[in-house]
């Protein structure tokens, strides 16, 4: 029996499910599934609405979405040219020898290119080391010259309150 085609392409309504479970299969494998918050809706709307916040490749072996990747895009940082961010990659266990990684990778380039952006930046869970070594197989290389940092912030509750109760100045 011939192996299933790989075909890699932007995602579609019809793949809003798919995506969805794949990253949720991410969470699970990143240890924040109790925090995962995205549903389907929010995929359409964001990722498929009139000005999307977010873009997802996926990467599907015949009819079945096995990976993606989620990007989003700076527009422009110092040299005034926009930055691709990596924000998700992820391929199900069972399809990872099928170079599906590499076609969503190659993807990110070209659109990374096509925009006219310089770099594409992400992060990298400090334990997945089989991460990094697909990363240094794709011609990428850690940068020791800036480290991850953040900053956990108050937001408002959905009453529009702030969750520590205090008034900011532009709420009076």
Do not use: C
């Not at 579609?12 to 299969?25: P, S, T, W």
């Not at 996926?58 to 009819?63: E, F, I, P, S």
């Not at 940082?77 to 990872?96: F, I, Q, S």
């Not at 993807?107 to 070594?133: E, F, M, Q, S």
């Amino acid at each position: 029996m011939p192996a299933l085609p790989l075909t890699v392409r932007p995602f579609e309504r019809r793949d809003v499910a798919d995506v969805l479970k794949l990253m949720r299969g991410l969470a699970v494998f990143e240890g924040y599934i109790d925090d995962f918050r995205v549903t389907e809706a929010d995929l359409v709307e964001h990722g498929l609405g009139e000005n999307p916040r977010f873009g997802v490749f996926v990467a599907a072996l015949g009819d079945r979405v096995v990976g993606i990747a989620v990007y989003y895009v700076i527009p422009w940082t110092y040299d005034l040219k926009p930055t691709l961010v990596l924000k998700e990659l992820y391929v199900e266990e069972g399809a990872r020898s099928s170079g599906a990684g590499a076609r969503l990778f190659a993807a990110l380039k070209d659109h990374a290119a096509a925009i006219g952006a310089p770099r594409i930046n992400w992060t990298v869970l400090a334990t997945n080391d089989d991460a990094k070594r697909f990363y240094r197989r794709e011609g990428a290389d850690h940068d020791a010259d800036w480290e991850p940092w953040t900053l956990p912030v108050k937001t408002l509750t959905d009453d529009g309150e702030n969750e520590g109760n205090e008034r900011f100045p532009w709420q009076d």
